[in-house]
Nanobody
């Protein structure tokens, strides 16, 4: 069974930084495409960044130049380093694992339709709050 656990959220002032961690266990062969999404109440879940098993990465436009996604295979962990945070980055951040394909890459430019959320394994979420 695939298990996804996020950590590292918190409250910061605008311009500050945070690093989120996502530990993924149980992926077949240890290979999975891992992505970060975020969601605010009343809106669809939107992509932030994704990394595949070969360390190729992609970012949403809102994250480019400020966020960096990376992975440590020895620790089964993916990180999201977020710099120069803005109040509009405030959201619940979710980590998702796709053990079948690189489908999260598709959702960096458009929200994930609710019926397709079940395609991925999700963590419980970690709150990020950025104050002005």
């Amino acid at each position: 069974q695939v298990l996804v656990v996020e950590s590292g959220g918190g409250s910061v002032q605008a311009g500050g930084s945070l690093t989120l961690s996502c530990e993924v266990s149980g992926a077949p062969g240890g290979r999975a495409c891992i992505a970060w999404f975020r969601q605010v109440p009343g809106k669809e879940r939107e992509g932030v960044a994704a990394i595949d098993s070969d360390d190729a990465t992609t970012y949403a436009r809102s994250a480019k130049g400020r966020f960096t996604i990376s992975r440590d295979n020895a620790k089964n962990t993916v990180y999201l380093r977020m710099n120069n945070l803005k109040p509009e980055d405030t959201a619940m951040y979710y980590c998702a694992a796709d053990t079948v394909a690189r489908r999260p890459f598709t959702y960096m430019t458009r929200p994930v339709p609710t019926p397709l959320l079940d395609n991925f394994y999700w963590g419980q979420g970690t709150q990020v709050t950025v104050s002005s």
